[in-house]
């Protein structure tokens, strides 16, 4: 019976661990996004663009990909056209977030908000990404000409 209880417990202990692994790319989201891109994903007109349906297709390319993840890291700031629309804001770096925390709040970003644009075969970002993608240092115009490139990729 002894070990039936320690078994169970064992159970109830791993199942809380999974339970908060999966709550945390919303809690992330909760916490560091909401307040500029909004509980709907669609950012504030002209300073903070929308998240939702704008960013899926950026995945289907390896530096869309690596460009996501700069952008949580190092922050954005400057002016950048989002569906037509120009915004000019400041989004803060969030380097100090794990690269787990970062790989599921992009992945949740992606999943819950741009699912009609990601490819059927999408892949989530992983946390060994978004550790290669730190151990590369980004001035922020080499964001902007990560951020064109991709651009121009989607365009193509």
């Given at each position: 019976m002894k070990r039936l209880s320690l078994g169970l417990a064992g159970?109830?202990?791993?199942?809380g661990w999974a339970v908060r692994a999966i709550a945390a790319a919303p809690d992330v989201y909760?916490?560091?996004?909401v307040i500029c891109h909004q509980s709907t994903?669609?950012?504030?007109p002209g300073i903070?663009?929308?998240?939702?349906?704008?960013i899926g297709y950026d995945v289907r390319f390896n530096n869309g990909r690596d460009y996501l993840i700069h952008v949580v890291l190092g922050g954005l700031s400057?002016?950048?056209?989002?569906?037509?629309?120009?915004?000019?804001?400041l989004?803060?770096?969030?380097?100090?977030?794990?690269?787990?925390?970062?790989?599921?709040?992009?992945?949740?970003v992606l999943t819950h908000f741009n699912a009609p644009e990601i490819s059927k075969n999408f892949t989530p970002i992983t946390s060994a990404e978004v550790r290669r993608a730190r151990a590369t240092t980004?001035?922020?115009?080499?964001?902007?000409?990560?951020?064109?490139?991709?651009?121009?990729?989607?365009?193509?």
């Open positions: 159970i109830a202990i791993a199942t909760a916490a560091r996004c994903a669609q950012g504030v903070y663009p929308p998240l939702a349906d704008s400057g002016p950048i056209v989002v569906k037509g629309t120009m915004y000019n804001g989004m803060p770096p969030f380097s100090q977030l794990t690269d787990a925390d970062i790989a599921a709040v992009i992945n949740e980004q001035t922020p115009t080499d964001l902007i000409r990560e951020r064109t490139s991709v651009m121009h990729e989607i365009k193509q």
